[in-house]
């Protein structure tokens, strides 16, 4: 029963030309206050259509636009590796942040040289240490945290994950070197195709 009408609702969304489901992708250097509230207003707006939120850190976001698993990504312009097939538009800067574990370096001194960085798998910054062993790869920015709050190395993050830890003393803030871009900005960025009524509503939300 259960499922005869879950199809018939399918069909009654079919019918009005509106999106059965919205996907969209997230960084999570993207401050939830960037888009949570317009979540929530795309899903009062659209009560039969499926929202999904795939948490897409560093290249990930873009990769999943452009093979149309989501509709709409939030990215950060320093790992949109190219841009020619997409369109963006500049939602907010987002500061990022040198940090390890206290007890592991002093506060405002350089780079923990005794440390491995922790850096994303496909963070564009770090091709050099692809295969270098003072780096550690991870899938997402919240297992770099992990291991920086563990002591395992170091990592550059965004400044809204580390307020807490930084506020009680868990974490401790270094000099970066002054030629490092800390301020990059959160895009949302879709295809240039042709996209229905909630993904068109969704990217207003994103822009006006």
Known sequence: MAEHEALAKLA???ATGIEPQISVAVDQAAPKELWSSIIAE??????????????ADGTKGSELLRSGQVNVALVLDNTLVSSDDLEWEIIQDVELVEVC?????????ERPSSLPQ???IDDPHH??????PRCIHVSSRMLQLSLVLDGTGWARLPAHLLEDQLEIGKLIQFSPP???PF?????????????GPAARSLWELFTK
């Not at 574990?101 to 001194?109: E, K, L, P, S, Y």
């Not at 091709?127 to 270098?132: E, G, L, N, V, Y």
């Not at 301020?183 to 996209?195: F, N």
Request: aromatic content about 4%; proline content about 6%.
């Open 101 to 109: 574990r206290t007890g592991t370096a002093f506060h405002g001194a």
């Open 118 to 120: 922790i850096v994303l």
């Open 42 to 55: 795309l899903a009062s707006t659209y009560p039969n259509t499926k929202l999904e939120l795939i948490a």
């Open 127 to 132: 091709i050099d240490c692809q295969h270098a």
């Open 183 to 195: 301020h990059p900005s959160v895009l949302v960025c879709r295809t240039k195709e042709p996209a």
């Open 12 to 14: 009654e969304v079919l």
């Open 178 to 180: 002054a030629d490092m």
